[in-house]
């Protein structure tokens, strides 16, 4: 079945570097995506969405990347902090054209801020 | 404050036993779903209602039950048919009629004994 999936389970990087995360989608139908940030034992909080009429958009210190052509979805975090430890999903509604109104996620990956 | 709660935060289940997972929310939202998360893994969904009264069956709905009596409330039981129920659960809402991202809860982790 088609589905969402992330490259990368575990990203190290340095307090301070720029960290990019990737997410492969391979439903066409799909139309809006959203960034979600999982702290341990919690529950997911919404980063940035983005519909498919955009390729970029930015908000405060994450920017999110869209190209339709290859179905891939990237969460951009500038001067990455220690609070930025966690996993990140991507979530998309391709199934909404199916009739089940549900987002389905990926695996997530898991963002490790080094001191 | 409006939001979304789940309780309880931890619950132990013994074989053989139904055990029901509560997710209550303050946000007006039509929508509601059941989501369960394993360990390094991502959310796989289990049920989810439209509306009240109504409700689908996800990816993984079997060994679950839900019931949608009011628009605030959206339980989940974990019936003996779930042969695996140790996991984390997920609960969201959101406007149903527009295509926006969900609230979610902050989990009830379940532990079989």
């Known amino acids: 079945g088609e589905s969402v999936g992330l490259h990368l389970p575990t990203l190290s990087v340095q307090e301070g570097d720029n960290s990019i995360i990737n997410c492969a989608y391979s439903?066409?139908?799909?139309?809006?995506f959203i960034w979600y940030k999982q702290e341990s034992g919690k529950g997911p909080q919404f980063i940035i969405d983005i519909r498919s009429n955009m390729d970029k958009r930015q908000g405060q210190r994450v920017t999110v990347l869209l190209n339709k052509t290859v179905k891939h979805l990237s969460l951009q975090i500038a001067a990455t902090q220690p609070g930025d430890s966690a996993v990140y999903f991507c979530?998309?509604?391709?199934?909404?054209?199916?009739?089940?109104?549900?987002?389905?996620f990926g695996s997530g990956t898991r963002l490790q801020v080094q001191p | 404050d409006g939001g979304i709660t789940q309780s309880p935060k931890y619950l132990f289940r013994k074989e053989g036993q139904n055990v029901t997972l509560s997710c209550e929310q303050n946000?007006?939202?039509?929508?509601m779903y059941w989501y369960r998360q394993d360990p390094g893994q991502g959310l796989r969904l289990i049920y989810y209602s439209q509306i009240v009264n109504d409700f689908q069956k996800g990816d993984i709905a079997e060994g679950y039950s839900v019931s949608r009596e009011k628009k605030e409330s959206f339980p989940l039981t974990v019936t003996s048919a779930q042969k695996n129920p140790t996991a984390f659960y997920l609960c969201a809402s959101s406007i149903a009629d527009r295509v926006y991202g969900y609230t979610f809860g902050s989990g009830t982790r379940l532990t079989v004994v």
């Open positions: 979530a998309e509604n391709g199934q909404f054209s199916t009739g089940r109104r549900a987002l389905t």
């Open positions: 946000l007006n939202h039509d929508a």
């Open positions: 439903n066409s139908a799909s139309d809006y």
